[in-house]
């Protein structure tokens, strides 16, 4: 095996992103042997475009709003974290100068002082200096009761956050929380200077012509079409080695993968390529294509501010309701099952649409430990206000799975 292909094998989608944005810069291809020696002589000289295939547009480009996985590969380009997760698992100093840990002096004994140093040579794109300040603008930023912040998990335990020079910031944490370096690797810095003067930071100017540190800069955007994004000739970390970064968006799979064959696309990102296409693409002339294991967690959550899933027993119904053996298959094997899929405890796929049953008989079904009453094909119903589910716009349950449930309510609970 190659040691580019080893680079992606056993990542998830989200680091598959970040390796497609570290790959360019040259933070990750800087340790492949051969590309190594090919750019050893011309150092930090950007030359050439790498064009990356989404099926989905990204449209989020504050990376603190809330937004789906595609515009992470934006973000991965465009911004810098305080460290990041490398390949191999391992924790890499970004911003910051040395990855705080217990041993250096950066995270006490008991999980509650942080002290991070940070480097004195990072710059925006503007030109602007990073410093201290910035990492408490992120940190307060992202529990600010006013801006939609997408993730507070975390960082809502941070405490007494001090700038105690340019280049350091210590913090206390409220209660040891042991996910909280991993979530900081994936935390990006943002802009004091600029983001910080925003009355409004959902809607300021930065958010659809974002500034970081990384090794791309924002170019322009045409809707629909593709995100244009230019070398950073002063990045501080290794590359990048591309002059010209395009994110290119492809609603289409097959026209995606036509576009892979013909050149027009030169990284299939984090759609791929699909089954149907392997046999062909593996013999195409001058492209790589590799079968890689993946761990990715499909899932659905519900809206917890909507009253119907307030009560467990329906979210509970709703979850014993799926055909997970038949998702499973369509989500994760796509052709056919095998021993490497593995099971999920809930899918993306919407719950319920098929010709050999009515929705609102299963709907009535499910709702029936909810507390309500009333008459239906399934047996009593109590008659309440509580609002019932609407209807999806797909599904992939068994008919039989909905016919043994509508049977026997009782086997909601019962069922394991």
């Known amino acids: 095996m190659s040691d580019t292909k080893q680079l992606f094998m056993n990542t998830t989608r989200r680091q598959a992103l970040s390796l497609l944005a570290l790959g360019a810069s040259g933070v990750v291809l800087s340790g492949v042997p051969s590309l190594s020696r090919a750019f050893a002589q011309d150092t930090k000289k950007a030359r050439g475009q790498l064009t990356i295939g989404f ?57 509650l002082s942080w002290k991070v140093k940070l480097r004195d040579d990072v710059k925006w794109h503007d030109g602007k200096p990073f410093t201290a300040e910035d990492v408490k603008f992120t940190l307060e930023l992202l529990v600010d009761p006013n801006f939609r912040s997408w993730r507070k998990t975390g960082h809502e335990y941070v405490r007494d956050l001090t700038v105690v020079s340019p280049t350091e910031i210590t913090w206390k944490m409220e209660k040891p929380f042991a996910p909280y370096p991993s979530i900081l690797a994936s935390t990006f810095i943002t802009p004091k200077h600029i983001l910080g003067a925003a009355a409004d930071k959902n809607t300021a100017p930065f958010n659809n ?60 990102g984090l759609q791929w390529i699909t089954p149907d296409h392997y046999e062909e693409a593996k013999a195409l002339e001058g492209k790589v294509v590799t079968v890689v294991p993946g761990s990715t967690v499909e899932s ?33 094997c796509r052709r056919r099952p095998r021993a490497t899929c593995r099971s999920s405890p809930s899918t993306t796929i919407p719950i319920c649409r098929s010709t050999n049953f009515r929705w609102k008989r299963l709907r009535s079904c499910l709702m029936m430990q909810a507390g309500n009453r009333g008459r239906t094909a399934c047996g009593p119903r109590m008659a309440s206000s509580l609002p019932l589910p609407a209807r999806p716009p ?20 019962a069922l394991t």
């Open 394 to 413: 797909q599904a992939t349950i068994s008919a039989n799975r909905c016919s043994n449930i509508c049977s026997n309510p009782s086997r909601i609970s």
């Open 55 to 111: 099926s989905q547009e990204p449209t989020v480009f504050n990376p603190h709003m809330i937004h789906i996985e595609v515009d992470e590969g934006i973000h991965f380009s465009i911004f810098d974290p305080l460290f990041y997760v490398d390949e191999k698992g391992a924790f890499v100093a970004a911003l910051a100068a040395e990855v705080p840990t217990v041993e250096n002096g950066g995270i006490s004994a008991d999980g």
């Open 300 to 332: 659905f959550t519900f809206n917890m501010e909507r009253p119907q899933f307030k009560d467990p027993k329906v979210r509970e119904a709703l979850y014993h309701a799926i055909d997970k053996q038949s998702t499973r298959f369509i989500t994760v």
């Open 209 to 268: 012509a974002p500034v970081g540190t990384g090794p791309f800069k924002w170019k322009e955007r045409v809707a629909g079409d593709y995100i244009l994004l230019e070398a950073n000739a002063d990045y501080f970390g290794a590359g990048p080695y591309i002059e010209r970064l395009i994110y290119k968006y492809v609603p289409d799979l097959n026209v995606m993968y036509t576009q892979f064959k013909t050149g027009d696309i030169d990284v299939v």
